[in-house]
């Protein structure tokens, strides 16, 4: 197995391990989060109410599972260069930062915070050396773009999760 390999396999095996805890923790957590949230953001009263049900966090989780393996599917087959895998790296990585705010404007645990600091950032740490050590440029006008769109992917699944599971 090639460094590249391992370290583009380490993005779902983070990943999966990571939303493990979300999906132990996100009912509970979400509950709190979204009832605090401002009435001026769009946010169905269903969930400001009673939170993301457990059947909403693991569609949710498996639909981006199935993004997050695309994308280390790609860095093995590309060993790394593809633009989906390095984008998806930093958009991991940095989504654990997001994980820490929400933890600090909550003052309490957030879903995510335990494996955040633990897991998903020294994971993107030690996957940039390696794509740095391999020469590999960590971003790109590409590699930008896809991390870019996580966000508003990560939103737009939990909206079509949302709808499909109201039917």
Avoid: C
């Amino acid at each position: 197995m090639t460094p590249m390999t391992k370290v583009a396999l380490g993005l779902f095996g983070a990943w999966a391990i990571h939303d493990l805890e979300e999906l132990l923790t996100m009912g509970q957590s979400s509950r709190e989060i979204l009832r605090r949230l401002p009435e001026r953001l769009p946010v169905p009263e269903a969930l400001r109410r009673d939170g993301v049900s457990p059947r909403h966090a693991g569609l949710s989780i498996a639909m981006m599972g199935a993004l997050t393996a695309a994308a280390a599917a790609e860095g093995v087959r590309t060993q790394g260069r593809s633009a989906l895998f390095r984008g998806g790296v930093p958009a991991f990585g940095l989504h654990g930062f997001g994980h820490l705010a929400m933890a600090g404007a909550a003052h309490r645990y957030v879903t995510g915070v335990a494996t955040a600091p633990t897991l998903v950032i020294p994971y993107w740490v030690w996957a940039r050396r390696r794509l740095a050590l391999a020469g590999i440029p960590a971003a790109d006008s590409r590699a930008t773009a896809v991390a870019l769109t996580v966000g508003p992917v990560l939103v737009g699944i939990h909206a079509l999760t949302y709808r499909l599971l109201r039917r």
